[in-house]
């Protein structure tokens, strides 16, 4: 039977697809966060990432080690959390795993964020998107 469009996965479900797709990240239950290493390449440094994911809200994305760049692209500037989708395109729902989303797109973020380190350029694909950014979709 289908979810109604409105509801999310729960977060057993969340937990059971992060810890078989990502075993090395630990929930928090009291911050409703997940924190663990991701390393986009075998060249690439160890980041500690921290993934904040409550019901009915939008997951939140941030790198507690290394420290980024203050100048890196792609980051809501208020918060701090990673911008890795565009949330008018409903890339993102609640009825989506973050295992096979958000967690991807924070390794592949943190591929692109090293490239523009070394060019530059950002060479990932973007949204056209005005220079207010949002976090709610």
Known sequence: MPLP???P???AIQ???IQEQFPQFRFSKAESSWIGILQ???E???YLIKIIYKLYTVPRVFVLKPKLHPDAPHIYKHTGSLCLYFPDDKSWTSQKLLGKTIFL???EWLYYYEIW???GQWYA???PHNDIKREDN
């Open 9 to 11: 996965l729960s977060l």
């Open 15 to 17: 937990k059971a697809c």
């Open 105 to 107: 797109w924070t390794a």
């Open 5 to 7: 469009r409105d509801k």
């Open 44 to 46: 690439s440094p160890e």
């Open 125 to 127: 694909p973007e949204a």
């Open 117 to 119: 380190l070394s060019t």
């Open 40 to 42: 986009p390449t075998i």
